[in-house]
C-alpha cells in the first residue's frame, strides 16, 4: 500500500525518524511538486514550530506524547472550513486577503490535540462550488495520477497532497461529496460522516443548514476509522450527537445498486466494479439484495434541488453579512449569489421539506437492507477546464457536477454516512471507486466493510508518503 499516516505516526512514535524530519519531507515533497497546484498557502515556520514541540513532549513527556495517534505527522488543512489559528483561509476567493487567521474551531483543536503539525492550506474551489478544484486566483490544481485531470473538488488540494504523499492525511469538508469526490479521483478513502458527529462550533453557520460535514480524505481505511474515533462526538449542536451503533457483521443485506438511470448514466466498468465488490462480500457470506434506480431516482432529483438551494441562500447572506465586494468574485459565484436572492421564502421551504423526506425515504430503504453499494462517479476524472466558472449558467454547472457524480449529494441532504474507496483500475491506470452508505451511526459497519474490500488489494498507491522510513 506504500505507507499511510498510521504507519508514519508509528515510525516517529518509535523514534526512526523525528518529526522534524517528517515536516522537512513534506516540505521538500511539496517544493518538488509545485506545479501540481495541490498547496494554496504554506507556512514552513509553522510547521516546524508544530514539529519541534511534538518532538520536544516526546523527550519530556512522552506518556502525553504516547496518546497522541498521529503525534508528529504532518497535514494540511483545507482553505475552507475550520479555521485553524495561523492559517489565513480565503476560501478560493479574491474576495478575502490572506492575511491574520482565526482562533481554532472545536474541530481545528481536535486535529491538534491528535497530535497533527500543521503548514499549510490545500487548493479548493471559490466557495467550495464546484467538484474540480481550479480557483481563478490559482493555483489549478492537477491529479498527480494524470495531470491533464481533476483532483476532484471541492478538497481536491487535500486529496492532490495525500495521493502525491506530500502528506500521508488530510482535512476535508463534504457539503456535496467534495470529500469522496476527490477521493475517487485520486484513489484515496474517504468518508462523509453521520450529520451532527463531528464538531461545527464555535461557529455553525459552516455547516449549510446540516448538509456540510468536515473529516479528512486517507491512504487507508485505518487512517479513517482512527481519525473519526478520535475527531467526532459531543460535538455540542446543532444537531445531536448520533449514537454509536453496536455493529453485528454478521450475515449481512448488502444492497447493491449498478444503475444511475438515463440521464446521468453511469460507465459500465464503474458498474461492473460496484457489482464485483458486491460478489466480494457475498463470498463472505452476506445476502445481496437489488436495488433499482426507482429506489432513488425522486431522492436524487430532491438532493441536488436542495444542495443548489441551500449554497445558493448561504452564501448570498455570507456576501450580506460580510460586506463583500461581490463583484471581485468569479462570474459563477455571483450568479449562485444572485440565485439566493432570487429564491422565494416559499420555495425554499418546500426544498427544505423535501429534505426530510428524502431522509425518510433513505431510512425506509434501510429497513431492507443493512448497506448499500452504489457508483460513486459516472466516470473515470474529468480533464482540467471541466467545470469552468467563468460564466452565470448555475443550471448548466449542477448539470455537470449531477453528471460526473450522480448520487454525491445523497448522503449530504439525507445526513446519512457514505464512505468511498477504490476497487480497482480502469485501463488507464485511474482508480475505480465504490460508495457505500450506512444508517445513521453506522459508520463502524462502513469501516469494516471497507476494510474487508481494501484487503482485496485491488489497488496501489502510486507515491510514497514524504519521510517514511522503507
Not at 249 to 263: E, Y
Not at 320 to 348: C, N, Y
Amino acid at each position: 500500500m506504500r505507507g499511510d499516516a498510521t504507519d508514519l505516526a508509528a515510525a516517529i512514535r518509535y523514534g526512526r525518524l523525528s518529526a522534524a524530519e517528517a515536516m522537512q519531507a513534506s516540505l521538500a515533497s511539496a517544493a518538488r511538486q509545485e506545479p501540481l497546484g495541490a498547496i494554496a498557502y504554506l507556512d514552513a515556520a509553522m510547521g516546524f514550530a508544530s514539529a519541534n514541540g511534538r518532538d520536544s513532549e516526546r523527550r519530556s513527556a512522552p506518556d502525553r506524547f504516547a496518546v497522541r495517534p498521529f503525534a508528529g505527522v504532518p497535514t494540511l488543512a483545507k482553505d475552507l472550513g475550520g479555521p485553524f489559528a495561523g492559517l489565513p483561509v480565503t476560501a478560493g476567493s479574491g474576495l478575502f486577503e490572506r492575511k491574520g487567521g482565526e482562533a481554532d474551531s472545536d474541530l481545528a483543536a481536535r486535529f491538534r490535540d491528535a497530535g497533527f503539525c500543521l503548514f499549510g492550506l490545500t487548493t479548493s474551489p471559490e466557495f467550495g462550488l464546484s467538484l474540480a478544484s481550479e480557483p481563478a486566483i490559482g493555483p489549478v490544481c492537477r491529479n498527480p495520477l494524470d495531470p491533464a485531470r481533476t483532483a476532484g473538488g471541492s478538497s481536491g488540494g487535500a486529496a492532490a497532497a495525500v495521493a502525491a504523499g506530500i502528506v500521508a492525511i488530510a482535512h476535508a469538508t463534504d457539503a456535496g461529496g467534495s470529500i469522496r469526490v476527490p477521493a475517487a479521483c485520486c484513489g484515496l478513502v474517504g468518508m462523509k460522516p453521520t450529520r451532527g458527529a463531528i464538531p461545527g462550533g464555535p461557529s455553525f453557520g459552516n455547516h449549510l443548514a446540516g448538509i456540510a460535514s468536515e473529516l479528512a480524505v486517507c491512504r487507508s481505511v485505518r487512517d479513517t476509522a482512527l481519525i473519526f474515533d478520535r475527531l467526532s462526538g459531543k460535538s455540542r449542536g446543532p444537531f445531536p450527537d448520533p449514537s454509536r451503533v453496536d455493529i453485528d457483521n454478521g450475515r449481512l443485506r448488502i444492497g447493491l445498486l449498478v444503475d444511475t438511470g438515463s440521464v446521468y448514466p453511469t460507465e459500465g466498468v464503474r458498474l461492473a466494479t460496484v457489482e464485483a465488490a458486491a460478489r466480494a462480500l457475498e463470498s463472505d457470506g452476506h445476502e445481496v439484495v437489488p436495488l433499482a434506480w426507482a429506489d432513488f431516482e425522486w431522492a436524487v432529483a430532491s438532493s441536488g434541488r436542495a444542495f443548489a438551494d441551500i449554497v445558493s441562500v448561504n452564501l448570498a447572506a455570507l456576501i450580506k453579512a460580510a460586506a463583500l465586494d461581490e463583484g471581485r468574485a468569479e462570474p459563477l459565484t455571483q450568479a449562485f449569489a444572485a440565485r439566493g436572492r432570487a429564491l422565494s421564502v416559499t420555495s425554499l421551504w418546500n426544498t427544505l421539506n423535501d429534505a426530510v423526506l428524502v431522509s425518510h425515504k433513505l431510512w425506509a430503504l434501510f429497513d431492507r437492507v443493512d448497506c448499500i453499494l452504489m457508483p460513486m462517479l459516472s466516470s473515470a476524472p474529468l480533464v482540467i477546464g471541466s467545470f469552468p466558472s467563468d460564466h452565470a449558467d448555475t443550471d448548466l454547472h449542477l448539470e455537470r457536477m449531477m453528471a460526473f457524480a450522480p448520487l454525491a449529494c445523497l448522503a449530504n441532504i439525507s445526513g446519512f454516512p457514505a464512505l468511498t474507496l477504490p476497487f480497482g483500475q480502469d485501463e488507464h491506470a485511474m482508480p475505480l471507486p465504490v460508495q457505500i452508505m450506512a444508517p445513521m451511526g453506522h459508520e463502524p459497519r462502513l469501516l469494516s466493510l471497507a476494510a474487508r474490500l481494501e484487503a482485496d488489494e485491488r489497488w496501489q498507491h502510486r507515491f510514497p508518503v514524504a519521510g517514511l522510513p522503507s
